[in-house]
């Protein structure tokens, strides 16, 4: 007995002790845990006389305690979730109002900006002007909440990461501060503890850097501390829009003309034409997604001044015309305004963009098919929306990258404005965007920011220590066209996924319906994905009973939807417009999708193909589970066992370059095992392979089952993980390759009935779709191949894209993937 109390006390110590951590580890005020403690210690004398079980008087006294408990433990469990954001379609929790800091008189006036070698405009080394000159912040005791002060002061509502050792390259000047000790809390920078102004014992190689919000603070007003020196300060202000003013342009998508106009301390306002220039323009364009500037009818615009007064911001803007935001540009003067509130001799600033070919409201005038366009030089690959991508030119008639060093904010301009897009958005290095294949063919790209092409900036030929984990890319400002919303998923489990909900116009007005999911597949989810800003597909589904949308849309809006997978927008893409069509009818069939931020990339390495390939005669009787697979020609069928087989052979190498892992898209348990070979098949058919004539007829044909997804090898640094030993998961990791030897069954074209001559060789990975992949057009691989009867000869062989449209033409047949099987 005196064992089970002994016992019994160490059980209740124990969870005392247990939620004494909890609480610590919860954040809980101690005050609570002990007087929790102290009311459990003197309510155990009452409970021998009160008959209440101790649960009851547990909820009765303590409810208030355990209250605060609940909502701590809520809190935290919502904080691992914070650094996933709000995706287009969520609403974002309410901002506290900006409030311009009240400084003591004493306190040291400084103005910031980020400067350096910046691959986005909300990011640089940090700068500090005082005392009328710049300087730098040494990274000595640097914290995260030294950044949220610099990101605060600057106008974006947090700071995402901070870098020391001069990430951003060398500043100059005096280093102004050093071991700064910031609370995050402080109104600026010169409130944060430090050795003193000019106290350092630093070099400018260890100037600082930091990353801030792309979010700017509500209401957030630029207040300028130090009036004379304003052609020394970065513009600051909440925001910048382009506002349509003529009836003609305010229903036109995307808005190409109007006044310009800043949000300072919550308003909108005008800017004063006086001191504006055609440079101004040029970057107000690039932000808004245009490549260029163009003249605007000005007698118009005064006609409407006169009838509305402006309010004007309290600055001009003076831009290079290089500049890739708004943000990098100085402040002008200051505005001077006449009594009745207009500025002198001037109007507010109108610009008038020029869209690029993709987003004209309305079609080229004059424009004739006839007109054979040029080759471009440039194109952006493996990105997930319209405007981002690795960038490749064009060289000598192949497709190669661009390496990353010395890419800048500049050189990613110049390639978006010649792609016709804006100014960039951010340069990307380090393959973020998927790695290419073939020739490296620019290095250390440097740019003016005016060239028309970046084959005009200067580069280094020497490409040598390069590899494409170093592929440089963009992400480019695309206009506003309005495309998310008229589409929106509903249902998921996660903003990321849930049944394909459209916006139509019916019978005059505007109702939200489903999608038809009758040929629903991964090309179509493609679409939604990007239009909604939401990545890659990951899957498509023809059933979403599980996710249950808004009643009120389960009627069927669209059906016969067939796209290419390259649309901006589903309402691009092939549909039965409003003779519809849907037998099994929309709510729990409707279409459906999940989508990614990543996706694989597979791509064959044809020079793998060229120096295997090697033709065996192999007799019927050895060739039975090939035959059984249908690995064979369908001749085959009606010959005797004892006769032979020619086989064209050849190893395929399959590297995954995308951003995230390849996997079947079958589950394990419903993988199909084929008992000749002893084996699953994950995918049914993984590989095509087609042996065509000159004149573009298939000769021969043949198929390969993915049997063994696995990573054979790696690139240095990165692990296997996938291996098919033991009925193990099946895959190709980033970074890793599956090779399929040449001397395993089905690993071939059965080319016995083929005549000597001249042919084409093909190959498709992943023919069907079946999992998505970043870019398909990298899929196919093509060879020139001779036949005498006796030898065999592959050459010439080259990835799908990698060349130029003139030398693809001299291939015959189909030229990629999207177009061959649809």
Request: aromatic fraction near 10%.
């Given at each position: ?61 303590y ?26 379609g ?12 009240q ?67 060398k500043g ?35 100037d600082?850097?930091?990353?801030c ?48 106009e ?31 500037e ?58 008038s ?29 493996g ?54 294949m ?80 009758e ?37 069927v ?8 997978g ?42 793998v193909?060229?120096q ?18 249908n ?15 020619r ?12 951003q995230?892992?390849?996997?079947p898209?079958?589950?394990?348990h ?25 004149n ?8 390969k ?14 692990e ?10 099946q ?13 395993i ?9 083929i ?59 189909l ?8």
């Amino acid at each position: 007995m005196r064992g089970s109390e002994s016992l019994e006390r160490r059980s209740k110590k124990k969870k005392t002790a247990d939620f004494g951590l909890w609480s610590e580890h919860t954040g809980l005020h101690s005050a609570c845990y002990r007087s929790l403690q102290e009311r459990t210690a003197s309510e155990g004398t009452v409970l021998s006389s009160d008959k209440r079980t101790p649960t009851k008087m547990m909820a009765t006294h303590y409810l208030p305690c355990c209250t605060v408990t609940l909502l701590v433990l809520l809190k935290l469990t919502l904080a691992q979730y914070e650094h996933l954001g709000y995706p287009p379609g969520y609403p974002d929790p309410e901002q506290e109002q900006y409030t311009a800091p009240q400084l003591a008189p004493d306190t040291p006036r400084i103005q910031l900006r980020l400067a350096g070698d910046k691959r986005k405009h909300n990011e640089g080394r940090v700068e500090v002007f005082y005392n009328s000159e710049w300087g730098t912040v040494c990274d000595d005791d640097f914290t995260i909440h030294a950044a949220q002060v610099v990101c605060r002061e600057l106008g974006y509502l947090e700071a995402i990461s901070w870098s020391p050792s001069s990430k951003y390259g060398k500043g100059q000047g005096p280093i102004w501060f050093d071991n700064l000790h910031c609370t995050g809390k402080e109104k600026t920078l010169a409130l944060c503890p430090s050795n003193g102004i000019g106290v350092s014992d630093c070099k400018h190689s260890e100037d600082v850097g930091v990353v801030c919000s792309d979010k700017r603070i509500p209401g957030f007003k630029f207040v300028n501390t130090l009036p004379n020196h304003v052609e020394n300060l970065d513009i600051q202000v909440e925001d910048a829009r382009i506002r349509p003013i003529l009836s003609s342009y305010r229903k036109r998508i995307p808005v190409t003309e109007g006044y310009v106009e800043v949000k300072d301390g919550g308003k909108w306002k005008q800017i004063c034409n006086t001191e504006w220039t055609q440079f101004n323009s040029r970057v107000i364009c690039g932000m808004f997604g245009f490549p260029g500037e163009r003249k605007y009818n000005a007698r118009v615009y005064k006609m409407f001044a006169r009838r509305r007064k402006p309010t004007y911001w309290d600055f001009s803007v003076n831009c290079t015309g290089n500049e890739a935001h708004l943000s990098s540009c100085k402040l002008g003067q200051a505005t001077s305004l006449k009594s009745n509130g207009t500025c002198a001799e001037g109007l507010p600033v109108v610009v008038s963009c020029v869209p690029g070919r993709a987003f004209s409201p309305t079609p080229m005038t004059g424009f004739r098919k006839a007109f054979k366009q040029e080759q471009a030089l440039v194109r952006l690959r493996g990105g997930a929306i319209v405007g981002e991508g690795r960038v490749e030119v064009l060289k000598n008639g192949e497709w190669g990258t661009i390496c990353d060093d010395s890419w800048s904010l500049l050189s990613a301009t110049v390639v978006c404005r010649e792609l016709g897009f804006g100014t960039a958005k951010e340069a990307l290095s380090g393959g973020r965007l998927g790695q290419g294949m073939g020739p490296v063919h620019m290095n250390e790209v440097e740019c003016s920011g005016f060239e028309k092409s970046i084959t005009e900036c200067y580069f280094n030929k020497d490409a040598l220590g390069c590899s494409h984990e170093e592929d440089a890319a963009v992400r480019c400002n695309v206009p506003a066209m309005g495309f998310q919303e008229r589409l929106r998923l509903s249902g998921g489990r996660n903003p990321y996924e849930g049944r394909v909900e459209v916006l139509v116009e019916k019978n005059g007005s505007l109702v939200w319906g489903t999608v038809c999911s009758e040929g629903w597949g991964t090309m179509e989810a493609m679409v939604v994905c990007r239009q909604l800003g939401l990545g890659f597909a990951s899957n498509a589904f023809q059933e979403t009973w599980y996710w249950p949308g808004e009643v009120s849309a389960d009627s069927v809006v669209m059906s016969g939807v067939r796209c290419s997978g390259t649309e901006m927008s589903l309402s691009y893409c092939l549909h039965h417009g409003a003779h519809l069509s849907c037998p099994k009818g929309g709510g729990r069939n409707a279409a459906g999708v999940s989508c990614s931020e990543t996706a694989p990339d597979l791509v064959l390495n044809p020079q793998v193909v060229e120096q295997t390939t090697y033709m065996e005669d192999r007799p019927m009787f050895m060739l039975q589970c090939a035959y059984e697979e249908n690995c064979l020609a369908s001749a085959s069928s009606q010959v005797p066992a004892n006769s032979y087989r020619r086989l064209l052979r050849f190893s395929s190498q399959i590297h995954n370059n995308g951003q995230s892992d390849f996997r079947p898209k079958a589950s394990r348990h419903s993988w199909v095992w084929h008992d000749c070979h002893r084996h699953y098949h994950s995918m049914e058919v993984f590989t095509i392979y087609d042996l065509f004539s000159l004149n573009g007829t298939k000769v021969a044909e043949g198929h390969k089952a993915s049997f063994c997804l696995e990573d054979s090898e790696c690139d240095e640094g990165i692990e296997k993980r996938y291996e098919c030993a033991n009925f193990g998961d099946q895959g190709i990791t980033v970074g890793c390759w599956d090779t399929y030897r040449h001397d395993i069954d089905c690993q071939w074209v059965d080319i016995t009935d083929i005549k000597p001559g001249d042919y084409i060789f093909q190959i498709i990975i992943n023919p069907n779709y079946e999992v998505p992949e970043s870019d398909y057009t990298n899929n196919i691989m093509k060879c020139r191949c001779r036949y005498d009867g006796h030898r065999v000869w592959m050459y010439s062989c080259h990835n799908g894209g990698s060349l130029s449209t003139e030398t693809e033409q001299t291939f015959p047949g189909l030229l990629n993937n999207q177009v061959t099987h649809r």
